[in-house]
């Protein structure tokens, strides 16, 4: 089966600083990588995707790479605000999506 | 926008009867409709797949029986819990994809299942 980890169970940063979060994958590269934040009992919001052939994606104050030498994707927040506080999830979408566990980010004002 | 609703939001209900959840696309027809299951402090495990028209295809451990889905139409899908016990209760979460060469799924806001 296809896993996919996200290494980092929480993160708190300080408000303006960069978060960085990690997400691991085993066997094949994905066609695509996925990252979608969630708030507490709500269900995921798109963020952004990146396919195998591209290195970097951005999106406003987010940037994720796709690192298939090392079966690895960053997701970066910079310029973090206590509104980016939430859950963040990775997944590798092959036509159906499996998640990590997420990472919770928590910004301090 | 690509906009998919769930009601109810969240149901409580007693052990032994059955609880059906609609999920709609409303501003798009979504091909294929996908359900998932999150546990507190956990990810979303994917239950099943369903094309519109079709039956669905229930990922490894999930009862098809159990939980019955039906896609009657492009922009519905329900996931009906038959017989629901206290280890159903969850949140369950579904999303809608356009198909084609549309790897992006859009998610529903959730529903909370308590099961008492």
């Known amino acids: 089966s296809q896993k996919i980890e996200q290494n980092s169970e929480a993160l708190n940063i300080q408000e303006g600083k960069t978060a960085t979060l990690t997400c691991n994958y085993t066997?094949?590269?994905?066609?695509?990588l996925q990252w979608y934040r969630q708030d507490p009992g709500r269900g995921p919001v798109f963020l952004l995707l990146?396919?195998?052939?591209?290195k970097e994606k951005r999106k406003e104050r987010l940037k994720v790479t796709f690192d298939t030498t090392l079966k690895q994707s960053l997701f970066h927040i910079t310029a973090s605000q206590p509104a980016d506080s939430a859950t963040y999830l990775c997944a590798r979408n092959d036509y159906k999506l499996s998640f990590g566990a997420g990472t919770t980010v928590t910004v301090r004002a | 926008g690509a906009v998919v609703s769930q009601h109810p939001s969240w149901v409580i209900c007693k052990s032994g009867t059955s609880v059906k959840i609609e999920c709609r696309s409303l501003d798009f027809q979504a091909t294929t409709m996908f359900w998932y299951r999150q546990f507190p402090k956990q990810s979303l495990m994917l239950m099943a797949t369903s094309n519109e028209g079709s039956k669905a295809t229930y990922e490894q451990g999930v009862e098809k029986d159990k939980f019955l889905i039906n896609h009657a139409s492009l922009t519905l899908s329900t996931l009906t819990v038959t017989s629901a016990h206290p280890e159903d209760s969850s949140f369950y979460i579904c999303s809608a994809s356009r198909g084609g060469d549309s790897y992006e799924q859009y998610f529903g806001p959730g529903t909370r299942l308590t099961v008492t």
């Open positions: 066997n094949y590269s994905p066609a695509y």
């Open positions: 990146i396919r195998e052939n591209e």
